[in-house]
């Protein structure tokens, strides 16, 4: 079993910044062995792949919404997932979600996630 444990959201102006992080947790789990992803949904809206990182050496992978403001890392030792968000809109407003990959390579499919955390709220005011 593995749990993800999303924090750092809350609200922020439009043009400021947040870092997301995801605690894993599970017997024997590191974030080291799988991709890792981020997800985000707004109200009415589907959930929207943001952002992904592979096993190992850590290779990214982001959407284009996210490209050049966000940036997905990882910390081994505290088996840690980061989201590092920069210049922030309204349209960014929504609820956060880490997930475990299946296998070690990252993608933007979220059937190819297995383990889901309980989402942070971004709110960007204008």
């Known amino acids: 079993q593995v749990q993800l444990v999303e924090s750092g959201g809350g609200l922020v102006q439009a043009g400021g910044s947040l870092r997301l992080s995801c605690a894993a947790s599970?017997?024997?789990?590191?974030?080291?062995?799988?991709?890792m992803g981020w997800f985000r949904q707004a109200p009415g809206k589907e959930r929207e792949f943001l952002a992904g990182?592979?096993?190992?050496?850590?290779?990214?992978y982001y959407a284009d919404s996210a490209k050049g403001r966000f940036t997905i890392s990882r910390s081994n030792a505290k088996n840690t997932v980061y989201l590092q968000m920069n210049s922030l809109k309204p349209e960014d407003t929504a609820v956060y979600y880490c997930?475990?990959?299946?296998?070690?390579?990252?993608?933007?499919?979220?059937?190819?996630?297995?383990?889901w955390g309980q989402g942070t709220q971004v709110t960007v005011s204008s």
């Open positions: 990182i592979s096993w190992g050496g850590g290779s990214t």
């Open positions: 599970g017997r024997a789990f590191s974030v080291y062995d799988y991709a």
């Open positions: 997930a475990k990959g299946r296998t070690g390579r990252a993608t933007s499919l979220d059937y190819e996630y297995d383990y």
